[in-house]
Every structure is written in C-alpha cells, then in structure tokens.
C-alpha cells in the first residue's frame, strides 16, 4: 500500500452541534487536492452521513466520541475513516440496504450507508457489536490541468 502523503486525525463529542464541524474538518483537509466543488460536496455529504449514523445510533441518547482519520496519496486519492466506540452493528450486510432501520422514529429513512457509497467511491463497514463501528471511504480527486491565459 502507497504511503500518505499527508494525514490528519480530529476528535469531538457525539453532539448534533458538531456534525458541521465534522464536515467543515474534513473539507478543509481534502480542498489541498484541489477538488471540484461538486467532489468537495460529495465528501462532505458523505462526512455528514457518518457522523450523524455516530450520533443518532452508535451512541443513541449517551455522548460518547468520533473518531475522523483523513489520509491523502500521492495519486490524488483521499481516505477517510470515521470510528465510534458506540453499540456497534450487529449485521453489516443488512444494515447496508437502502431504507433498513433500526431507529423507531419515523424520520429516519435508512438510507445513509447508502447516501455514503453513492457520493464516494468505495466504502468499508467493519463493526462488533457492543464495540463500535468504522466506515472507511475512498474518493479519488482527479488532477485537473491549469488552466492556460492565452
């Protein structure tokens, strides 16, 4: 596996108020690649759907803390890992299917594995139960050619 080129790792409460701040972290990392404003709005819907799967079902009504990891490479492509100590997953695979929930409120779609693998280019969802959860994401930035004054 290639070496990053740069990494950078940030911690936070599992409060709603620091989902942006979770998204804001992350983009700011990743605008050293050079993205287009429609791939930087991708990794950032992305960021926001893990962070609030952390909040809303690992830790539940408890705070606990997320973990965010960001690797770049030399190939333009950025990892981004997002890691909570909460109630795990008991099945990956089923929790992975678009519209499953285990949330009783009804505003909640199941749809952010979803959303994640959409906006991203690949995803990894790795979980004990009663340990935690990681979600790993891949998106490759694309270097774009200067544009020449002529």
Do not use: W
């Given at each position: 596996?290639?070496?990053?080129?740069?990494?950078m790792?940030?911690?936070?409460?599992?409060?709603?108020?620091?989902?942006?701040?979770?998204?804001?972290?992350?983009?700011?990392?990743?605008?050293?690649?050079?993205?287009?404003?429609?791939e930087l709005?991708?990794i950032?819907?992305?960021?926001?759907?893990?962070?609030?799967?952390?909040?809303?079902?690992?830790?539940?009504?408890?705070?606990?803390?997320?973990?965010?990891?960001?690797?770049?490479?030399?190939?333009?492509?950025?990892?981004?890992?997002?890691?909570?100590?909460?109630?795990?997953?008991?099945?990956?695979?089923k929790?992975?299917?678009?519209?499953?929930?285990?949330?009783?409120?009804?505003?909640?779609?199941?749809?952010?594995?979803a959303?994640?693998?959409?906006?991203?280019?690949?995803?990894?969802?790795t979980?004990?139960?009663?340990?935690?959860?990681?979600?790993?994401?891949?998106?490759?930035?694309?270097r774009?050619?200067?544009?020449?004054n002529?």
């Amino acid at each position: 596996m290639m070496k990053p080129t740069n990494e950078m790792a940030v911690s936070f409460l599992s409060c709603s108020a620091n989902e942006s701040f979770g998204r804001a972290a992350v983009a700011a990392f990743a605008a050293q690649l050079d993205p287009t404003i429609d791939e930087l709005s991708d990794i950032k819907t992305a960021v926001s759907e893990a962070v609030t799967n952390c909040i809303v079902h690992a830790y539940r009504d408890t705070l606990g803390v997320i973990y965010i990891t960001c690797k770049l490479y030399e190939d333009g492509r950025l990892s981004i890992r997002i890691r909570d100590k909460g109630c795990g997953i008991e099945d990956v695979e089923k929790a992975m299917q678009p519209l499953f929930t285990t949330s009783e409120n009804e505003e909640r779609a199941g749809l952010g594995f979803a959303v994640m693998e959409s906006f991203m280019d690949k995803l990894r969802v790795t979980s004990k139960p009663g340990k935690g959860t990681t979600v790993t994401m891949y998106k490759t930035i694309k270097r774009r050619q200067a544009e020449k004054n002529t």
